[in-house]
């Protein structure tokens, strides 16, 4: 007995096909797997574009702090180096004699602000040695101290004492550059 097929509809036209009704049925099943496997894939290939997004949404983040760290690391250690070849330079200067004490010296008094009173300049020896010659009001005296580097001055006021340190003037240029960096 051959199978029956029921119609919602009568037919509006009939052709004949030479394939049996398992194979229509095995192609319309190929079919249906066909465009579930598109459909899947397709589905698939967005969670992927979207993780993908995801993650490189995620790396340019990091890429941009690090970025901003680095920059910040580069002004610090531009600053160290600058302060460190400053440090260098003025050495060179101090050691070669090339440095105009005597004009350091007459702004340390100035900037004291104690106008004519009396003054003790403590100096490294081979700085009296230059600066002795030139000449100082009545109030101020030499003293020499071996324990100043070079190109240091301390004035000795009787409002107290004021003091001209390489070594400190570089390192307030330091934390200056930084704070300004901050």
Sequence with gaps: MA???R????????????SSLQEVRDAHVATIEREAFAQGFEAG????????????DKAIAQLEQRAGEASKELG?????????????LVQVQIEAGDY??????RSTLADSGIGRGDVVVHVNP???ATIEAAGFRSGTTFAVDPSLPRGDVHLATPRGLLVRDVEDILSTVREQLLEDLA
């Design 7 to 18: 119609l919602h509809a009568p037919p509006s036209g009939v052709h004949r096909l030479h």
């Design 45 to 56: 290939r967005q969670e992927a574009m979207d993780s993908g997004v995801k993650a490189l």
């Design 100 to 105: 105009d004490l005597e004009r350091i010296l």
């Design 3 to 5: 199978p029956t097929i």
């Design 126 to 128: 081979e700085d009296h």
């Design 76 to 88: 610090q250690i531009s600053v160290e180096l600058g302060v460190e070849i400053a440090r260098a």
